[in-house]
């Protein structure tokens, strides 16, 4: 009886140890690695400001595409300041040109989103943060 119960148990340990390598073999990959697919921003900056800390991945995609991409981390003790949308800029470096604001998609908490043509090759500046403070990266447009 004794042996039986201990070969049984057995029988469950060696089921168990083996099912783990299986789903270790099977199991999908981690999501957090395909976040907006493979690809590296072409610039970011990551901002400590006064009610968080601010992130900011510029995509340079061809044909003066570009995609902007905010992640701003609220400090515990702001409230509600995740949900504020950031005021953003575009300009170009050393040329006396109108900066211009594009349209934010909000993509989740303290996340936003903007897709835009640039209308001009060249090296670009964005501002991104709440009034006085923000965020600068700087990149090239080809
Ligand atoms: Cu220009």
Same mark, same amino acid.
């Given at each position: 009886?004794?042996?039986?119960?201990?070969?049984?148990?057995?029988?469950?340990?060696?089921?168990?140890?083996?099912?783990?390598?299986?789903?270790?073999?099977?199991?999908?990959?981690?999501?957090?690695?395909s976040?907006?697919g /493979?690809? +590296?921003?072409?610039?970011?900056?990551?901002? !400590?400001?006064? %009610?968080?800390?601010? &992130?900011?991945?510029?995509?340079? @995609?061809?044909?003066?595409?570009?995609?902007?991409?905010?992640?701003?981390?609220?400090?515990?003790?702001?409230?509600g /300041?995740? +949900?504020?949308?950031?005021?953003?800029?575009? !300009?170009?470096? %050393?040329?006396?040109? &109108?900066?211009?604001?594009p349209? @934010?998609?909000?993509?989740?908490?303290?996340?936003w989103?903007?897709?835009?043509?640039?209308?001009?090759?060249?090296?670009?500046? +964005?501002?991104v943060?709440?009034?006085?403070?923000?965020?600068?990266?700087?990149f090239?447009?080809?």
């Amino acid at each position: 009886m004794i042996n039986k119960l201990l070969a049984a148990f057995l029988g469950l340990g060696v089921l168990a140890f083996v099912g783990v390598f299986i789903w270790g073999a099977v199991r999908p990959l981690d999501p957090v690695q395909s976040r907006g697919g /493979a690809d +590296a921003p072409t610039a970011s900056t990551s901002e !400590a400001l006064s %009610d968080g800390r601010i &992130d900011v991945e510029i995509y340079v @995609l061809g044909n003066r595409n570009i995609r902007l991409e905010i992640k701003f981390i609220p400090e515990a003790d702001a409230s509600g /300041a995740a +949900a504020l949308q950031p005021d953003v800029n575009f !300009a170009m470096v %050393d040329m006396h040109m &109108d900066g211009f604001t594009p349209p @934010l998609e909000r993509v989740g908490a303290g996340m936003w989103r903007a897709n835009l043509k640039l209308p001009m090759a060249g090296r670009w500046i +964005a501002n991104v943060g709440f009034g006085e403070e923000f965020a600068e990266v700087e990149f090239d447009v080809p």
